[in-house]
C-alpha cells in the first residue's frame, strides 16, 4: 500500500514563512492525486484547509496556499501566526483509495 | 451550515462489533460523498473508507474484510460497522463530508476493552 510521507516536524517564527511537503512511496505526486491538507490542534478535530492540490475552501486563511513542487504536494505557510502552530496532514488518492500522510507539527517560536 | 455529529458505545469487547453512526445535520446527506476516518491516541489519520449516497462504498484494503459502511438517506446518516475488533483499533472515530473531507464532525472515542 502507498506510504505518504511528511516532515515530521518544522520550526518557524512569527511572520516568516514555511512549506511543508508531501511525499509519495509511488513516485511523483502529480495532480491527479487530489492533494488535500488538513490543520489539527490539540483535542480538535482536523479542519480542511485545501483541496485538489490549491483549491482554497472559503474559511482558509488566504496565507495558506498549496502547490507542487519537486514532484510532491507542498502546503505553504506565509506570514506565519502564533495560532497556525499546529498539526498539518496531507492527504492524497492513489490506486482507487486515499492514504493519509504520516503528518508535520509545526511550532512557530 | 451543515454539521456532522458520530454517536455510538464508547466502549467494546474485543471480537465483537464496533457501530458508529454520523448523522447529518443542516444539509441533505444526498449528492454528497461521506467518510470515515480514525486516529487512535497519540498517532496520525487513518482513511478508513467512503460511500456515497447511493451506495457503493470504498474501503481502506488494510480493514476491507472487517468494515461495512451503509447510508441512510431517510435518516439523514451514515454508518460504520468494523468487526472481530482488537486493541488496535481503538481510536477517534470521526466522519467527514465528501472525499476532500470538507466538514468534519467531532470526534468520537471508542475503546477496545474487556
Known amino acids: 500500500q502507498t506510504v505518504v510521507t511528511q516532515e515530521p516536524s518544522l520550526t518557524v517564527s512569527p511572520g516568516g514563512t514555511v512549506t511543508l511537503t508531501c511525499a509519495s512511496s509511488?513516485?511523483?505526486?502529480?495532480?491527479?492525486?487530489?492533494p488535500s491538507w488538513f490543520q489539527q490542534k490539540p483535542g480538535q478535530p482536523p479542519r480542511a484547509l485545501l483541496y485538489?492540490?490549491?483549491n482554497k475552501h472559503s474559511w482558509t486563511p488566504a496565507r495558506f496556499s498549496g502547490s507542487l513542487l519537486g514532484g510532491k504536494a507542498a502546503l505553504t505557510l506565509s506570514s506565519v501566526q502564533p495560532e497556525d502552530e499546529a498539526e498539518y496532514y496531507c492527504?492524497?488518492?492513489?490506486?482507487?483509495?486515499?492514504?493519509f500522510g504520516t503528518g508535520t507539527k509545526v511550532t512557530v517560536l | 451550515q451543515v454539521q456532522l455529529q458520530e454517536s455510538g458505545p464508547g466502549l467494546v469487547r474485543p471480537s465483537e462489533t464496533l457501530s458508529l453512526t454520523c448523522t447529518v445535520s443542516g444539509g441533505s446527506i444526498n449528492n454528497y460523498y461521506w467518510s470515515w476516518i480514525r486516529q487512535p491516541p497519540g498517532k496520525g489519520l487513518e482513511w478508513i473508507g467512503y460511500i456515497s449516497y447511493s451506495g457503493d462504498p470504498i474501503y481502506n484494503p488494510s480493514l476491507k474484510s472487517r468494515v461495512t459502511i451503509s447510508v441512510d438517506t431517510s435518516k439523514n446518516q451514515f454508518s460504520l460497522r468494523l468487526s472481530s475488533v482488537t486493541s488496535a483499533d481503538t481510536a477517534v472515530y470521526y466522519c467527514a463530508r465528501g472525499v476532500t473531507l470538507s466538514i468534519w464532525g467531532q470526534g468520537t472515542l471508542v475503546t477496545v476493552s474487556s
Open positions: 509511488t513516485g511523483a505526486v502529480t495532480s491527479g492525486y487530489y
Open positions: 485538489n492540490t490549491d
Open positions: 492527504l492524497l488518492y492513489s490506486a482507487g483509495i486515499y492514504v
